[in-house]
């Protein structure tokens, strides 16, 4: 059902039934909420936003760096020097919603698609979470969450006799899934693999990066892309127009990870897939989380840019080195800024 990724409500307590096997534990992360509480004659609130950031760091290889510590990391909010008030390391269960492309104009590399979607479930652990969204001019919840993998590998199987429409909506496809997100706790990552092209989309590109940078933190969009094939046919036939957008389209979904902090791939041949998987699961699993509240903090509806730094000891820019004593270039991947509340909304920057 496509509601049960939706709604998690409390309901009256009947008998204890029996744990239901794997494949049908469809709440996945989702946590019922508290029905509230009779509403007080008075209550006096005191705000104190606190944002969270999670931070992945890594060297140019992919690898990621442990033990940093907490005076490691300095943060800047519009260039202002930040308090570090929580940190801590973290290798988390995963929970991932695979959003995949099937539209038929993108069929040679469909297949390599299908590919890229079975070797990341084979590098998920037991207790990590998975959802399968698939969407053409639509968005359609596949399989829900679950832990049992193989019951979205066989769904995969049934897609490899592609149907539908030519049309694909990625934009559309992409804030659906981060609405579905808001009631499943923990950290979530979208991985989309698709071509990232926009035929009908409801949504325009300046109200997706909007509601992207509105999104709560702990939502990462990592991207295979995967049009090279039609990239391929542009430049075969001298298609000009056909090739300028899937430019725009690759770029527009390179923002798309790097707002989140996730990555963006776009791999030119189906060899490249292993390496790719292997650093976004090592990604998704070791990540630093660190949280401030902000210096002058405004209800002013604005985006407020974050740029977090290494730094050693003594302030100076950390320097990382490999066994060898070269020295390593090291990336850190992050959510790139929120969007403050307006008066009278409820502050959600976590």
Sequence with gaps: MLGAWLVATPAARPQEPKPAPPS???????QPKPRPQEEEPYTLRVEAPLV????????RHGNFLPNLQKENFRLFEDGIEQTVTNFSPSESPVTAVLVLET????????YDSLDAAYLFLRRMRPDDWVALVTFDMRPQVAVDFTR?????????????????????????AILDVLDRLRDVEGKRS??????????????????????VREAESGVSIYVLGMGWWLQMQA???????????????????????KQTGGRAYFPRFTGELPGIWEEIAAMLRNQYTIAYQPKNFKRDGKYHKIKVELVAPDGTPLKVVDEKGKPLKVNLSHRQGYIAPKEGEVAALR
């Design 52 to 59: 969270t950031v999670d931070v992945v760091v890594t060297d």
């Design 103 to 110: 539209t038929p104009r993108t069929w040679r590399a469909y």
């Design 190 to 211: 979208i991985l989309f693999i698709g071509s990232g092209l926009n035929t009908f989309s409801q949504n325009t590109w300046d109200q997706t990066i909007r509601r």
């Design 148 to 172: 049992n993998k193989q019951e979205v590998q066989e769904y995969l199987r049934r897609l490899e006799f592609m149907s539908g429409f030519r049309e694909a909506n990625a934009f559309d």
């Design 235 to 257: 430049d075969l036939y001298g298609m000009t127009s056909a090739r300028m957008d899937l430019q725009m389209a690759e770029g527009q979904l390179k923002e798309l990870a």
């Design 24 to 30: 049908e534990q469809k709440q996945g992360p989702i």
